[in-house]
């Protein structure tokens, strides 16, 4: 008898721990409805692009510089003056310099993302669970910081494995939240992978946020990725993003 209760006491404490670990997502989820808002809002986003290529006989790389306006409200998300306004390449590449037209500066949906940011990352919490919670100082402010994981790896991600089933979707391998004192995201940062034969993509991305028109928005965005084949190339690809609320 005695060590049954103990079983069922420990049983117990197992799963009210898991219950407490999800508590903080669900505040945070419940938060996130909250900090969403169909006024008007108009931005300007400032879009830093820089690409580096290496192998054994030849480097590439291109930096550009541009900006765009976004304006969004009941109507709809609108784009206007989306401009590249600065441009340089080099290359050490045999023969003629390859360069390819620039494209748009901001897709639609990450234009969404930056003015939309709670529901951004409501779907961005989707499948990960809880693994630390604890209070931290995030810029001189008292913070709190959750660290979230997917619940499963794909077996590609375990060391020493790669997909044998053709290009997946990259998969988060971790990410940190800081909160505020109002319980909202004050910065976000991500590290996702994917794995194929002969090909490891590994990308991050740290975005801080601010609060405007009763909205969760982005105010700096960075994300770096890097691909590394075993035919010895390397690239990385950054892109820097600012936005500014007229």
């Known amino acids: 008898m005695v060590g049954q209760a103990l079983?069922?006491?420990?049983?117990?404490?197992?799963?009210?721990?898991?219950?407490?670990?999800?508590?903080?997502?669900?505040?945070?989820?419940?938060?996130?409805?909250?900090?969403?808002?169909?006024?008007?809002?108009?931005?300007?986003?400032?879009?830093?692009?820089?690409?580096?290529?290496?192998?054994?006989?030849?480097?590439?790389?291109?930096?550009?510089?541009?900006?765009?306006?976004?304006?969004?409200?009941?109507?709809?998300?609108?784009?206007?003056?989306?401009?590249?306004?600065?441009?340089?390449?080099?290359?050490?590449?045999?023969?003629?310099?390859?360069?390819?037209?620039?494209?748009?500066?901001?897709?639609?949906?990450?234009?969404?993302?930056?003015?939309?940011?709670?529901?951004?990352?409501e779907s961005f919490l989707l499948g990960l669970i809880l693994v630390d919670d604890r209070p931290v100082v995030w810029e001189g402010k008292e913070a709190r910081l959750l660290v979230v994981r997917p619940a499963d790896l794909p077996p590609e991600l375990e060391p020493g494995k790669a997909s044998t089933e053709g290009e997946g979707p990259p998969v988060i391998l971790e990410a940190k939240i800081w909160l505020g004192a109002d319980g909202l995201p004050l910065a976000l940062e991500s590290t996702t992978a994917a794995r194929l034969p002969g090909l490891t993509t590994t990308q991050h991305q740290t975005l801080t946020f601010q609060q405007a028109g009763g909205r969760l928005l982005v105010a700096r965005s960075t994300e770096t990725s890097t691909e590394t084949a075993q035919t010895g190339i390397r690239g990385s690809d950054s892109k820097t993003v600012k936005v500014t609320v007229d």
């Open 7 to 121: 079983r069922m006491a420990v049983a117990g404490g197992l799963l009210l721990s898991s219950v407490l670990a999800a508590e903080p997502l669900k505040d945070l989820q419940h938060r996130l409805v909250a900090a969403r808002s169909e006024q008007p809002i108009r931005v300007k986003v400032d879009v830093e692009l820089e690409h580096k290529e290496k192998a054994l006989l030849h480097r590439e790389g291109f930096k550009r510089r541009g900006q765009v306006i976004v304006e969004a409200g009941p109507q709809g998300l609108h784009m206007w003056e989306q401009i590249w306004r600065n441009s340089t390449s080099s290359s050490s590449f045999w023969g003629s310099q390859r360069t390819s037209p620039p494209g748009p500066l901001l897709a639609e949906t990450e234009a969404r993302e930056l003015i939309d940011s709670a529901e951004w990352i």
